[in-house]
């Protein structure tokens, strides 16, 4: 525990599923936590929750995607903190679909919150950390950043992007002793996703659970991902436990990806967002 004492943390996406449990865990290490979301209640809860619990955290409400919101959220930080060490580019959205069903002003959407409001956060830090000599930003992307999924279209393809902009990153800031490194979570049981348990289980008239366990069994940890497992992942790429870790996309799958491939793409049961 306190592997991150000391140190201040932006989250995006803060108010739920993977961000919320990256920012209770942060401070749970020792962190000041910036719980940034653009559902500033939703932030405000998950800040009032982790004081509760004996941390230090505040709330900012904010959208990524604009550059100013990215600026006040800098500044807010350091204003109650000091110099920021740590970023987790969280905040995202999952837009399926194959190219001819996709219109073209989603695509541009899905570009804009996955990939332009992370390029956004980051570029508002990246001074600061120059400045101090060091600092950790984590992405939060997907294994479909790593591989295609069917009818996934819009996701694979941003969040690919996202796991280009960490290596590229990565190599531009390493002299500054800036690390970037990117998590590839693949099924995580969060809101987002519970969407499509739901729509599962109501298809095939069973519960939500029973439903869950099912699509468990295709990973060979015998589990769906929990929001707890990548926030695990993020804080050893924000901690010194990494410290020569770099450009790393980090694949946390409960062991799908040691599957053979399927003989029959038409048998793969069709995937929710990861």
């Known amino acids: 525990m306190n592997s991150l004492s000391g140190r201040t943390a932006v989250v995006t996406g803060a108010g739920h599923g993977n961000g919320l449990a990256i920012a209770e865990r942060f401070a749970r290490e020792g962190a000041r936590v910036v719980c940034a979301d653009l559902d500033a209640d939703a932030a405000a809860a998950a800040s009032a929750a982790i004081v509760s619990a004996g941390g230090v955290a505040i709330a900012v409400g904010m959208d990524h995607t604009v ?3 990215c600026e006040r959220t800098v500044a807010s930080a350091e204003s109650s903190f000091g110099p920021v060490n740590v970023l ?3 905040a995202g959205v999952a837009i399926t679909g194959a190219a001819l069903d996709v219109p073209e002003e989603e695509l541009l959407r899905q570009l804009r919150i996955n990939v332009m409001g992370p390029f956004l956060m980051t570029r508002a830090l990246l001074p600061s950390m120059i400045a101090q000599g060091h600092g950790s930003v984590v992405m939060v992307a997907s294994v479909a950043g790593l591989q295609a999924r069917p009818a996934q279209m819009p996701y694979v393809t941003s ?6 902009m960490m ?9 500054h002793g800036i690390r970037v490194n990117a998590v590839c979570p693949d099924f995580i049981r969060t809101r987002m996703s519970q969407g499509y348990i739901d729509h599962l289980a109501c298809k095939h008239e069973r519960s939500a659970e029973a439903t869950a366990a099912s699509l468990g069994r295709n990973f060979p940890l015998g589990r769906l991902g929990a929001p707890e497992d990548v926030a695990d992942a993020v804080v050893h790429f924000a901690s010194n436990e990494s410290a020569w870790v770099t450009g790393e996309a980090y694949l946390l799958d409960g062991g799908r990806s040691l ?16």
């Open 67 to 69: 550059a100013a919101d």
């Open 259 to 274: 599957l053979a491939p399927w003989a029959d793409p038409s048998s793969v049961p069709p995937d929710g967002p990861a």
């Open 88 to 90: 987790v580019n969280n």
């Open 167 to 175: 290596r590229s990153l990565a190599l531009d800031y390493a002299r």
């Open 159 to 164: 969040k690919h992007a996202l796991v280009g």
